[in-house]
């Protein structure tokens, strides 16, 4: 690997900034453009890396004008969902290695087509990944390890719920927010999505979705601002899937994982319960009423969080943990810890909330991920606003 890789950032907004900032903390790492085809949010991302101490980076309205350009080896998709697939294909073809913001896509089908040309571009050791940043959390790691050792028995149930609020001023902010075409739905797939994808790292496949959506709380958008569903995996497991960005004044993220021999809770990305069965445990019909909390002791054995926001309006520290992962994926020649198979699984899973919600009834999640309901998925929106 050369020993600087050099970095365009395409999408120069409130992410762009985001993915700026953590890619600043890698010395590896050299920001030599921007791309957006608003020249004064570009400029204004110049302004704040220049400041940073950083060279100023070249601004280009198009990809192809960056690359031709200037010498890059990685982009960061920071735009609107609905251009990812679009914008990723281009960085693609040109071998670059790419990350993409979350969701993949706002479109399933189209999402899909990106899986082959990640795996072509792969053979020339070319590194795909999409943001799922909670799953560095170390929080989440040590869930997701203690589930892969068996540590919780047979996983039962789980409760996911993300539950945010969201303005009026926030969704008319900017003409995207709030549609199909651009945000690919509303509290589910815009803010949920990342739990989501924990809920299917935990967890594990799905199998059957049932769902309902609604917009109870906002005007002039497409999608919904709350969503629920019930959801049965491969292993049996069953959980309750919550988002919405109508609870004022904005609770927590919520993930309760629950077994035969163990249980955690893991609230606004820390540990807050953590139990597995040992020796120790005292043999009781009723278990231990909610006691032995071993999150303390179980988070000793990670390592402590050794990133502080140097700018308070942007702390990047979860880009920052994925960005070591995916840094290192390119230096060790390796799959990144979140491929777009797993993106496109979880954009499978949202999908399948709005398909169900729009047919007022169960729908397998296979059916979905195979495309059964392509055409039915694009007019979601339309059936979903009419319900309310």
């Known amino acids: ?35 957006d085809a608003i020249p004064a949010a570009a400029e204004s991302l110049a302004d704040y890396i220049e400041h940073s101490g950083q060279p100023r980076p070249g601004v280009y309205a198009t990809q192809a004008e960056a690359f031709a350009a200037r010498d890059v080896d990685l982009v960061a998709l920071a735009t609107p969902s609905g251009l990812h697939i679009q914008q990723a294909l281009e960085v693609l ?48 790691m040590a869930v997701s390890e203690a589930v892969a050792k068996g540590r919780f028995g047979t996983l039962t149930s789980a409760i996911a719920s993300v539950a945010w609020w ?6 008319d902010s900017g003409d995207w927010r ?23 790292w935990f967890m594990g496949r799905p199998v059957e979705i049932n769902a309902r959506t609604a917009r ?16 049965t995996f491969e292993n049996g497991g069953l959980a309750v899937l919550h988002a919405t960005t109508a609870a004022y004044p904005g609770l927590t993220v919520r993930v309760q994982l629950m077994g035969s021999e163990g249980s955690a809770v893991v609230d606004n990305d820390l540990l807050a319960y953590f139990h597995a069965a040992d020796a120790s445990d005292e043999a009781s019909s009723m278990g231990l009423a909610g006691g032995g909390n071993q999150a303390a002791q179980e988070l000793a054995s990670y390592p402590a969080e ?9 702390n990047p520290a979860g880009h920052v943990r994925q960005y070591r992962d995916i840094l290192g994926a390119i230096e060790e020649g390796r799959a990144p810890g979140v491929t777009v198979t797993d993106a496109v699984n979880a954009l499978a899973a949202v999908r399948a909330v709005y398909v169900s919600a729009t047919l007022n009834q169960p729908v397998l999640f296979e059916d979905v991920l195979g495309g059964k309901y392509n055409d039915l998925v694009a007019q979601t929106g339309t059936a979903s606003s009419e319900r309310v």
């Open 1 to 35: 690997m050369k020993d600087t890789l050099n970095v365009a950032i395409t999408g120069c907004g409130v992410i762009g900034r985001t993915h700026a900032a953590a890619l600043q903390e890698f010395p590896q790492a050299r920001i030599v453009a921007l791309v």
């Open 93 to 140: 073809a040109a071998r670059k290695h790419v990350v993409i913001e979350k969701p993949l896509d706002v479109d399933l089908s189209r999402a899909q087509e990106i899986e082959s040309a990640v795996e072509a571009a792969s053979r020339d050791g070319v590194v795909a990944s999409v943001i799922s940043q909670h799953r560095f959390d170390q929080a989440s």
């Open 166 to 171: 969201r303005s009026q001023g926030y969704y």
């Open 178 to 200: 709030g549609t199909w075409a651009m945000d690919g739905g509303g509290a589910l797939m815009n803010q949920g999505v990342h739990t989501v994808d924990l809920l299917l």
């Open 216 to 231: 109870l709380a906002h005007d002039r958008i497409e999608v919904e601002d709350t969503a629920v569903a019930t959801i």
């Open 306 to 314: 050794d990133y502080e926001a140097k700018d308070p309006t942007v």
